[in-house]
């Protein structure tokens, strides 16, 4: 899919290598990522492990993932960083290789964040989770009642006109639509788009802005508006240190989950390499860092990671609320080509609405 997507830069992103083919070494490892694998301290001590350069490009997008791999040459790249949605699609365009499931520590993952979303076909495993985290509210605490965030039908009403940014990318958004009128995410139809549309009315109506990660992420931290629809861990953990009343809840009636997965190329010409890049990232220190990335944070999907984060990193990820909002969040509405078409449709009439 192209959307607009929390692996958007936000703020500080380090500098990405963005290198054609003939640059790269045979023995380098060549990654397509998202942002938040592109901080030098989740990369350089796995480069120092094990003596190789590891080389970055930075995507949005899984459609330019995949438009990339097209025009590059087989072999040319080793890693795939991909939304934990779109990896069947990957798995079912032959790109990922069968990775060793038994040498992966999905056994300290968080319960159910393995199982739901590291894909297996016929007994192989072809990605695993990475990180995850929510499409929720994030908020000024000290611009609005918090009590009311934990209401969706509160959160967009008139009580708080003009003081909401609503995150510019139709599946969280629709689903946390779909979660407001008492909907299951995994079970959409076209007999549901009627009440999600009027839901997304209301919400437009009373928004000072619809916008991408970046944008509403700056209308938050400016002031601008005081709420954003889609938001959470991921857009205001970055800013957390200075800007403590920007911060994040599931409401009652419960949120989104979003997750990022990684695996390695069926044409990777670096396969043991490759390998070895999965299970640094997936080991608690590789994902104590990926966690706290300059880019954005999330919750490490490997549990034990938490032996690596500081009690204030914890807490801005709301650590110990885990296993209840893994209980409450469902995850990204996963529609037909036919549906998501319409689902589209609905999105850019409530844009231009």
Known sequence: MTHPSIRRALLGTA????????????????ALVWCDHTDPALIEPFEQEHGIRVNLREYEGTATALALLEQSRPGDWDVLVIDGIDVPRAVEAGLMAELPGDELQTGDFWPGVAMEDQVTMDGKTYAVTEKFGYNTISFNSEK??????????????????????????????MGLAAIANGKETASLTVDDLPALKETLFTMKENARSVGEVVASQTAL????????????????????????????????????????????????????MAVEFVKYITSPEGQARLATSSCY?????????????????????????????????????????????????????????
């Open 221 to 272: 931290a400016t002031g601008e508006v005081d709420i954003v629809v889609g938001g959470g861990e991921w857009l205001t953990a970055v800013l957390a240190e200075e800007q403590p009343e920007l911060t994040w809840t599931i409401p009652d009636q419960g949120a989104v989950r979003w997750s990022q997965s990684i695996g390695v190329l069926e044409t990777s010409e670096n396969k043991d």
């Open 15 to 30: 500098a990405t290598l963005a290198l054609p083919a003939s640059a790269m070494a045979a023995e380098d490892l060549n």
């Open 144 to 173: 609005v009642d918090a009590a009311d965030m934990q209401d969706l039908s509160t959160v967009w009403s008139d009580k708080y006109k003009d003081r909401i940014a609503v995150y510019d990318y139709y599946l969280p958004v």
């Open 297 to 353: 944070w999330g919750m490490p999907a490997n549990e034990k990671a938490g032996e690596h984060l500081t009690d204030a990193q914890k807490d801005v990820l709301r650590w110990d609320n885990q296993a209840e909002y893994l209980e409450r969040a469902q995850l990204y509405p996963a529609p037909d080509a036919e549906l998501d078409g319409q689902m589209q449709d609905v999105w850019l009439e409530m844009l231009q609405h």
